[in-house]
């Protein structure tokens, strides 16, 4: 079993920034490919970053690239996201995701490519 807890949401301004955290549990944490989701109120669940198990090679969604950067740190069982730049539209619950069974390379963009989610943390960007 394998437990995601994220932190690090809350209310900023337009402009602004948030830094996400998502503590893992699990003894094979280095074999995970992680990524961050976010779900808006009436939307599906979109993928925002993503970063491979093994080569560490990540991914991100158009409308956050440049302003957003995930990275791992696999000693302390972390995943983060600075969120940076912040735009109304990223208003939303943040998910953290873990794709344990997987192992391929590269990052899935579905939702269906992980099996293991935290509770969520909301971010509310306002103008």
């Known amino acids: 079993q394998v437990q995601l807890v994220e932190s690090g949401g809350g209310l900023v301004q337009a402009g602004g920034s948030l830094r996400l955290s998502c503590a893992a549990s699990?003894?094979?944490?280095?074999?995970?490919?992680m990524a961050w989701f976010r779900q808006a109120p009436g939307k599906e669940r979109e993928m925002v970053a993503g970063?491979?198990?093994?080569?560490?090679?990540?991914h991100y969604a158009d409308s956050v690239k440049g302003r957003f950067t995930i990275s791992r740190d696999n000693a302390k069982k972390m995943v983060y996201l600075q969120m940076n730049s912040l735009k109304p539209e990223d208003t939303g619950i943040y998910y953290c995701?873990?794709?344990?069974?997987?192992?391929?390379?590269?990052?899935?963009?579905?939702?269906?490519?992980?099996?293991?989610w935290g509770q969520g943390t909301q971010v509310t960007v306002s103008s």
């Open positions: 699990g003894r094979t944490f280095t074999t995970y490919t």
């Open positions: 995701a873990a794709d344990t069974i997987r192992y391929l390379p590269g990052v899935s963009t579905r939702p269906s490519g992980y099996n293991y």
């Open positions: 970063v491979n198990y093994s080569d560490r090679s990540t």
